[in-house]
T-cell receptor
């Protein structure tokens, strides 16, 4: 248990569906992240929120839409996905700040399959 | 953005010490060096972080030479449960030098 939870753990969806991934952290952190990890590829940073404001958007397609209503919750809204979007989606949180001394705590991930 | 280079894979046997070296020639003054461990279908887990010289915790040691252009993660007496992917990262999301970049990592296979 890292203090970061993700739901659902597994999701299968068609290309025309709309679904949302949820992440919640119980660590009192003020920064949250979405990562994508495709099979045999390194983690790709998708979005970063600090104090509920988006500070990083890594050229992610608009079919992925993040939402951070408060510092404890992060959502990733999905619509009209493609099969190549099938991957493990990981949420993480940390204290924000400078200097690189910001250990990230990861959730268990959501295994997404797009049919 | 500081890029890291580390071996794709390593094999070891139970009880041995494992050293994984990471190169980061473009490391910036404000960058920290951080190592994460990832098991299949799980999120990465922080192992150790350092800025210079040597850092040790209950899990591993991190050796950083004076020029900071490389670092070595040392895992003492590995067990089968240490089989995982190990990532070397440089920087920090909110540092002046940019964001954390996960590379390919080193897949460590510990054999009985």
């Amino acid at each position: 248990e890292t203090g970061v939870t993700q739901t659902p753990r597994h999701l299968v969806m068609g290309m025309t569906n709309k679904k949302s991934l949820k992440c919640e952290q119980h660590l009192g952190h003020n920064a949250m992240y979405w990562y994508k990890q495709s099979a045999k590829k390194p983690l790709e940073l998708m979005f970063v929120y600090s104090l509920e404001e988006r500070v990083e958007n890594n050229s992610v397609p608009s079919r992925f839409s993040p939402e951070c209503p408060n510092s404890s919750h992060l959502f990733l809204h999905l619509h009209t996905l493609q099969p190549e979007d099938s991957a493990l989606y990981l949420c993480a949180s940390s204290h924000s700040g400078t200097g690189g001394n910001n250990e990230q705590f990861f959730g268990p991930g959501t295994r997404l399959t797009v049919l | 953005l500081a890029k890291t280079t580390q071996p794709i894979s390593m094999d070891s046997y139970e009880g041995q010490e494992v050293n994984i070296t990471c190169s980061h020639n473009n490391i910036a003054t404000n960058d920290y060096i951080t190592w994460y461990q990832q098991f299949p279908s799980q999120g990465p887990r922080f192992i150790i972080q350092g800025y210079k010289t040597k850092v040790t915790n209950e899990v591993a040691s991190l050796f950083i030479p004076a020029d900071r252009k490389s670092s070595t993660l040392s895992l003492p007496r590995v067990s089968l449960s240490d089989t995982a992917v190990y990532y070397c990262l440089v920087g920090g999301v909110f540092s002046n030098t940019g964001k954390l970049i996960f590379g390919q990592g080193t897949t460590l296979q510990v054999k009985p």
